[in-house]
């Protein structure tokens, strides 16, 4: 689409409204006293006039000798308004900081956001939609449940394409989920015809948007926001996007000088043949965790699907050499050491420590389940336990168990262990260890008791 170029000194309208106030602190609501969400910010917004709605204005910022050293060029229409200003107003006032945190975060993802609508048709203007819906932020989540940086909530996100299971979601994936936003949006606009309104839909759900426009018999987005059918978020919506898309194409005019931007991140996709845990990928990629979590930020956990096939993102140069040592890893299936029942209180973080697992082995030979729901008396796989100088269990390669090594007299008690459990982790049977300590089935043990296992 044709850029608009709005010059300094030139506008179709200027505005009738006299300048508005700054807001006070009861006039914004902040979802965090730190940082704040920008999708969940709010203020009370003036009622707009109709002459307003058409004003396209080159308005700057109060402070004497701001000049912009550009004109100002935008690809979707620009309304400047008490509303807009209201919002310039707040963010280069007491958002400012928040505000140069989230222009500094964009730096990292607005050009591959912007060649993606470039790519689509669509215009490139939007792609700055994450800076008030998340600060560009991947892991944001709204109190809704809205997530990632353009906080899809789950129908929706599904509805574009977008997976969400118990080992990814993908509304964190920065170029999938961008995928998602330009498919949703292109939806909205064909529908409506008007990016003001097609934001609001964005914002709100299309239905409510056509309901809007159905009850108060209005054919624009201002006209409806002084009506009562829109909330008074999506009333906010398009003010805030509008006023953030002008600062950040023109953050000097504004006072935002000498913004550190973070830096494009560069990667290469590689096919895992397994479910692998993130620890394991760094240390064979030779690269801190901490930069493949951040990479790939759509895992939940610190491993990856058990399943083939998934791509994961490593940093650009670092692809060769994983595949290169991943190649000399046994790919043996795992063995089955027993199986458990889940106990309140269990999580297969805490299993794994407790029979000494693998945890990504434990999550992979149970990878019908969710992590997060482990429900008590739910039957679960257990792989063959590490190899430790104190084991105390043999299992030969046939699988069958072999002779107790009597390193170990007594055990103490831990938490959410039965007699069950601690027969199992020495390899005895339950009655043995019933009779030695005079115990019945149904005797319940507590942290801290002492178990003899052999005499």
């Known amino acids: ?55 396209v204005s080159a308005k700057l910022p109060a402070k004497a000798g701001e000049r912009p050293t550009k004109p100002f060029t935008f690809d979707i229409p620009i309304v400047r308004n008490t509303a807009v200003d209201r919002w310039i107003e707040y963010f280069t006032g007491r958002g400012r900081a928040n505000f140069e945190i989230w222009l500094s975060r964009g730096g990292r993802h607005i050009k591959r956001f912007r060649k993606i609508f470039k790519d689509n048709n669509l215009p490139q203007d939007l792609a700055y939609l994450p ?25 929706t996100a599904r509805r574009c394409g977008l997976k969400i299971n118990n080992y990814i979601d993908e509304r964190r994936h920065p170029i999938k989920a961008t995928h998602a936003a330009v498919y949703l949006l292109s939806a909205l606009y064909k529908e409506f ?90 240390q064979m990629a030779d690269t801190p965790l901490e930069l493949i979590r951040d990479l790939n930020s759509e895992l939940l956990w610190r491993y990856t699907p ?16 994983f595949l290169e040592i991943l190649a000399k890893t046994p790919t043996e299936p795992i063995p089955v050491y027993g199986r458990y029942r889940i106990l309140p209180g269990d999580t297969f973080g805490l299993l794994a420590k407790r029979f000494g697992i693998p945890l990504h082995q434990m999550l992979e030979l149970n990878a019908h389940l969710n992590p997060r729901r482990l429900r008590v008396g739910t039957p679960i796989s257990l792989p063959q336990k590490r190899k430790t100088a104190n084991a105390s269990i043999i299992t030969p390669r046939n699988g069958t168990r072999g002779k107790t090594t009597k390193t170990k007299t007594h055990h103490v008690v831990g938490p959410g262990e039965n007699i069950w459990i601690i027969a199992r982790q020495y390899g005895v049977p339950t009655d043995h260890l019933l009779r030695l300590n005079g115990l019945k089935p149904s005797t319940t043990i507590h942290p801290g008791d002492r178990i003899i296992i052999h005499r």
Request: aromatic letters at 6%; hydrophobic letters at 35%; a positive charge.
């Open 306 to 321: 058990p399943v083939k096939g998934h791509l994961l993102r490593l940093p650009s140069g670092k692809a060769n050499r």
């Open 193 to 282: 015809g008007h990016w003001d309104l097609a934001l609001a839909a964005y914002n709100s759900g299309e239905n409510r948007v056509r309901r809007a426009l159905r009850k108060s018999g209005h054919k624009t987005y201002w006209t409806l926001t002084r009506t009562r059918h829109l909330p008074n978020e999506t009333k906010n919506y398009v003010p805030k996007f509008l006023a953030g898309l002008i600062i950040a194409k023109n953050p000097e005019v504004f006072g935002f000088a000498g913004i550190e931007y973070e830096k494009p991140r560069n990667w290469n996709t590689v096919s895992l043949p397994r479910g692998m845990s993130l620890k394991s990928v760094a």
């Open 1 to 55: 689409m044709p850029e608009r170029s709005v010059a300094d000194g030139q506008s179709i309208k200027p505005a009738q409204a006299s300048k508005p106030q700054t807001p006070t602190d009861s006039q914004v609501t902040e979802s965090t006293e730190k940082m704040g969400s920008p999708h969940e910010l709010v203020l009370n917004l003036p009622a707009t006039s109709e002459d307003e709605e058409r004003t």
């Open 131 to 155: 800076l008030i819906e998340s600060g560009f932020s991947l892991r944001a989540r709204s109190r809704a449940g809205a997530v990632g940086p353009w906080q899809f909530m789950p129908a």
